[in-house]
């Protein structure tokens, strides 16, 4: 005697598998970016490399140009004094600053606030501190960015602006 046993799938059990894994599959994908945005990487060691930002013939006197330093939004200005770089996330909500040429200042269009140009200091507006500056040096005709000047205020600003 035989014993067979008989798997029988309707068209009602196949919609509720693959609407389960569908269901998996979006939970983990919701888990996984909440757990990204709880825990951001950080470098081990704390170390930052060396990037190019621009040459120096590629930024005129007066102008700016936004770049990426350690996967924030950040701002090389050349001034009449010579480069200075900025974070470009404001210090209120996050919102990203540029450079006003016409008012000589980096502003932040979301709620008004204004930053000195050569010390990222709070000008005006309801930003509560100024913005993190980025050591840079220029060699061999280009711009590089070296390290935050205050590695742990930048923590604190990605964490509070969302990891922007």
């Given at each position: 005697m035989e014993d067979k046993i008989t798997l029988i799938i309707t068209r009602r059990k196949l919609t509720e598998i693959l609407i389960g894994l569908v269901t998996l599959l979006f939970a983990g994908g919701a888990t996984a970016a909440i757990m990204k945005y709880l825990w951001p990487?950080?470098?081990?060691s704390g170390a930052q490399n060396e990037v190019k930002?621009?040459?120096v013939d590629e930024v005129q006197t007066g102008s700016s140009k936004k770049f990426l330093f350690n996967g924030k939004a950040a701002v090389l200005l050349h001034m009449p004094a010579g480069f200075r770089a900025f974070g470009a996330i404001c210090t209120h909500l996050g919102c990203v600053?540029?450079?006003k040429p016409d008012e000589n200042i980096i502003f932040c269009p979301c709620h008004l606030g204004k930053f000195d140009p050569n010390t990222g200091a709070v000008v005006s507006g309801p930003p509560p501190s100024p913005l993190p500056a980025i050591d840079i040096v220029v060699k061999e005709g280009a711009v590089f960015a070296l390290k935050?000047?205050?590695p742990n205020y930048v923590q604190?600003?990605?964490f509070y602006a969302g990891a922007v």
């Open positions: 990487q950080v470098s081990a930002i621009a040459s600053a540029s450079w935050w000047k205050d604190s600003i990605s």
